[in-house]
């Protein structure tokens, strides 16, 4: 049974950054496509970016220019470096692959200060 573990998050203030990893385990099957999600308060989780295993990336509006997805397929390690980070990322962030989606795990909180 494949499991999806998600690290990093935290309180940071406006302006600043953090990284978030996820590591897959439990199954020697190869993901195309990993991604990230976030679920803000009182919102939908929606996908905000996503990764091929050839390297092609794609984002929401409103994490480009400040985040960076990328993946480590030897180590099945999944990452979502944010920069520049504002009130309107925070939320708690999830790890999946879309077209299949595993079980959610408890995804670590961003929270942004102003």
């Known amino acids: 049974q494949v499991q999806l573990v998600e690290s990093g998050g935290g309180l940071v203030q406006a302006g600043g950054s953090l990284r978030l990893s996820c590591t897959a385990s439990g199954s020697s099957l190869s993901f195309n496509v990993m991604g990230w999600y976030r679920q803000a308060q009182g919102k939908q989780r929606d996908l905000v970016a996503f990764?091929?295993?050839?390297?092609?990336?794609n984002y929401a509006d409103s994490v480009k220019g400040r985040s960076t997805i990328s993946r480590d397929n030897a180590q099945n390690t999944l990452y979502l470096q944010m920069n520049s980070l504002n009130p309107e990322e925070a939320g708690v962030y999830y790890c999946?692959?879309?077209?299949?989606?595993?079980?959610w795990g408890q995804g670590p909180q961003v929270s942004v200060s102003s």
């Open positions: 999946n692959t879309p077209g299949t989606i595993y079980k």
């Open positions: 990764i091929t295993s050839g390297g092609r990336t």
